[in-house]
């Protein structure tokens, strides 16, 4: 018997505190995330993503949707948008988002192309693919870790993350835990409590397989690093130190006692 795509509506929603550190930043991180979803047939579902969070630049919030076709027992096809909203910048993705199930494995990848719009002119917009892959295996049903890549606008990310489903009380709940390194040298890393809406009996496995994707909006914040948070140089805002270059154009870049020179 093949399981419906969306096993019912259901949603989760999650509180989430740690750090962000961008070259020359280290703020205090916390964000509100949550999504909700819902059967569309049999073998199609649609999921909504909302956030709201602190970054370097102010408060910000993000979105995404995702529509797709899934076999619980095997994978997951569809096509995701997401998009982010900070003080000085909006970024957007687009693309196919797919899941393998093999097992107590999961593979799960999100591709496209983004944009990154600066609202100073003096910053030039960004554009181009992207990728972001994780490998994930479940320790027991309601254990799970994961390591994975990140592709965004020129960066690079390394993630890590585990969730840990509570099962001892009556209302079932998990325990969130994930860090970012980025090639700019910027690190996000926080802990959470999420707690799922839906079946209060399904296994953590479960719930990733039969409910809900990823929430592609906080992976968007999380992967864009430190590329929405750079600020133009200007007469009464010189530049001249290579921590202040790698903030503005990336690690590969160092004031040679002039101006910023990237590293060849």
Request: net charge negative.
């Amino acid at each position: 018997m093949v399981l419906p795509a969306v096993s019912g509506i259901n949603g989760k929603l999650e509180v989430s505190g740690g750090f962000l550190r961008t070259p020359g930043t280290t703020i205090g991180h916390a964000r509100v995330n949550g999504s909700l979803s819902i059967p569309v047939t049999e073998r199609f579902g649609l999921q909504g993503d909302l956030s709201i969070f602190n970054s370097p630049t102010g408060i910000g919030g993000a979105g995404a949707l995702h529509a797709f076709t899934r076999d619980p027992s095997f994978y997951l096809l569809g096509v995701t948008a997401a998009a982010v909203r900070v003080p000085g910048a909006s970024l957007w993705a687009i693309g196919p988002e797919a899941e393998l199930y093999l097992d107590r494995f999961s593979i799960e990848a999100w591709g496209g192309y983004a944009n990154l719009n600066y609202d100073d002119v003096a910053l030039a917009d960004l554009s181009g693919a992207f990728i972001m892959a994780d490998f994930a295996y479940y320790i027991s049903d309601d254990w799970r870790v994961s390591i994975g890549g990140r592709h965004l606008l020129g960066e690079n990310q390394l993630r890590l993350a585990t969730e840990y489903q509570v099962t001892s009380f009556q209302v079932p709940f998990s325990v969130t835990g994930e860090g970012r390194f980025a090639s700019d040298g910027s690190i996000v890393a926080t802990i959470g409590l999420k707690h799922y809406f839906g079946d209060p009996d399904k296994t953590l496995i479960d719930r990733h397989r039969q409910d809900d994707p990823p929430e592609r909006d906080v992976d968007l914040f999380g992967s864009a690093a430190n590329l929405p948070f750079k600020k133009a140089t200007t007469a009464s805002n010189p530049v001249d130190t290579t921590e202040e270059c790698e903030a503005l154009y990336g690690s590969n870049w160092f004031y040679d006692g002039s101006s910023c020179v990237e590293a060849t």
